[in-house]
């Protein structure tokens, strides 16, 4: 069973700082990574979408990056800003039962102090 | 566009009662999406669609039903509502073809008391 693991589950850092949120997965079987932001009380943004034969994309301050022999993806912010503080959440796609589904994990809820 | 919206945002139910949410899209996708989101157990598929008329379940679909008649609407019903359903629910779409990237509507936070 395909499972998603998120660490750590919360992070504070000065605005301005570099950072990296880590997600794991167990099996190395994806079609797909994407990456969500989820503000409090809102839905998911999607962020980056990293397909299973590309090693990293890149949006403007965030770079994505999948290692899936090791199951491993990290997401780069560059010069962080308060107004990046939100929960941030990988998901995988992966074959289940005859169809393709996204399994999540459990989120980084990360704080940017001014 | 509006892309994903969910009606209503906000609901409150007794013990027993029923209800219907409903998910919109305007994007022409076909695949629609139901997943509730609970603190420490994250994101779950409850039913999923991968087009008009078709619905299948997903890892959590006990106590729910499903319809879509529509290729733009994706209705998730709760018979008799359980404490054990109050969560946040989350409507999704993507095309069917690659890289299934999923749209998300704003949510419906639910309480049943």
Redesign the interface.
């Known amino acids: 069973k395909q499972e998603v693991t998120q660490i750590p589950a919360a992070l504070s850092v000065p605005e301005g700082e570099n950072l990296v949120l880590n997600c794991s997965f167990t099996d190395s079987a994806i079609?797909?990574l994407?990456w969500?932001r989820q503000d409090p009380?809102?839905?998911?943004?999607?962020l980056l979408?990293i397909?299973s034969s590309q090693r990293e994309q890149t949006s403007g301050r965030l770079n994505a990056s999948l290692d899936k022999s090791s199951g491993r993806s990290t997401l780069y912010i560059a010069a962080s800003q308060p107004g990046d503080s939100a929960t941030y959440?990988c998901?995988v796609?992966v074959q289940i039962q005859g169809?393709?589904?996204?399994v999540?994990?459990?989120?980084t809820r990360l704080t940017i102090n001014p | 566009n509006a892309g994903v919206t969910q009606t209503p945002k906000f609901r409150v139910l007794k013990t027993g009662q029923s209800m219907t949410l409903l998910c919109a899209q305007d994007m022409n996708h076909e695949y629609m999406y139901w997943y509730r989101q609970d603190p420490g157990m994250g994101l779950r598929l409850i039913h999923y669609s991968v087009g008009e008329g078709t619905t299948a379940k997903g890892e959590v679909p006990d106590g729910y039903n499903v319809s879509r008649l529509k290729k733009q609407n994706f209705l998730l019903g709760l018979e008799s509502a359980a404490p054990s359903q109050t969560s946040v629910y989350f409507c999704a779409s993507s095309y069917w073809t690659g890289p299934y990237e999923q749209y998300f509507g704003p949510g419906t936070r639910l309480t049943v008391t």
Do not use: I, P
């Open positions: 079609y797909n994407q969500f009380g809102k839905g998911l943004t999607s979408l397909q959440l998901a796609r169809a393709q589904k996204l999540f994990g459990q989120g």
